[in-house]
């Protein structure tokens, strides 16, 4: 059976140190050779200056500050000291690449860098959030919303809905209709009085109604 070993004050080892069961230590740790635990890491803080750092299966490490020359592999669970008080990282000694093939679960997520998301057509987004800001191109009049076979459903707008380019003239192209040589209907309505006017494309030609698209 392991027993576990408890340190009383700070410790410093400068060989590989094996612990098969728990380790618990009062003050600040450094390990500058292999470290291998069987049961859980428990120290105010540690760091490792080798490149042999594990924990077993079995074991988690419990710190307020971990820190390392060297990689620190894991294949129990890493855990802070308390809750949504401690950081990966920092504003002056940040990591290059976060790898998680899983499920990153954040409060807050602010990226000061260019972003993309999915690495494929077949990937999807969804937000179930609401956007707070505008939306804005990158590039004048070389982005588009939606696409042929990939349209939106239907779009809201309250202000205006204004459409130009570097071209003499713009065009608003819409297809579909309710009958047989019909083109797609616009639906303008009167605010005050609710009155609504009905412009669509039949044989050719432009018509107008104040009932329907008939």
């Known amino acids: ?10 410790l410093s080892v400068f060989g590989a140190i094996a612990v098969l069961g728990a380790l618990t230590i009062a003050g600040s740790v450094i390990f500058r050779g292999a470290l291998s ?7 105010p803080s540690i760091t490792v200056t080798s490149t042999g750092f594990s924990v077993n299966s079995s074991g988690t490490i419990f ?8 990689n620190v592999t894991s294949t129990g669970n890493i855990y802070p000291a308390s809750n949504n008080a401690a950081d990966i990282g920092g504003s002056a000694a940040a990591f290059k690449d976060v790898y998680s093939s899983g499920t990153s679960r954040l409060g807050a997520l602010s990226n000061d860098g260019n ?3 999915g690495d494929s057509s077949a990937d999807t987004l969804t937000l179930n959030a609401q956007i707070a800001s505008s939306i804005t191109p990158s590039t ?6 939606g696409a042929f076979g990939n349209a939106w459903s239907s779009l809201f707008a309250s202000g205006t809905i204004k459409l130009g380019g570097s071209a003499a003239t713009s065009s608003i ?6 009958g047989a040589g019909k083109g797609s209907c616009i639906k303008m309505t009167d605010s005050a009085t609710a009155a609504a006017l009905y412009l669509y494309v039949a044989g050719g030609q432009f018509v ?5 698209c008939l």
């Open 115 to 117: 972003t993309t998301l």
């Open 140 to 145: 004048n009049n070389a982005r588009a919303i």
């Open 1 to 10: 059976m392991a027993t576990p070993v408890s340190v009383k004050q700070g």
């Open 37 to 43: 635990v069987g049961g859980a890491i428990t120290a």
């Open 173 to 178: 192209d819409m297809s579909g209709g309710t």
């Open 63 to 70: 710190t307020v500050g971990l820190k390392t020359t060297g």
């Open 208 to 212: 107008t109604s104040t009932t329907s």
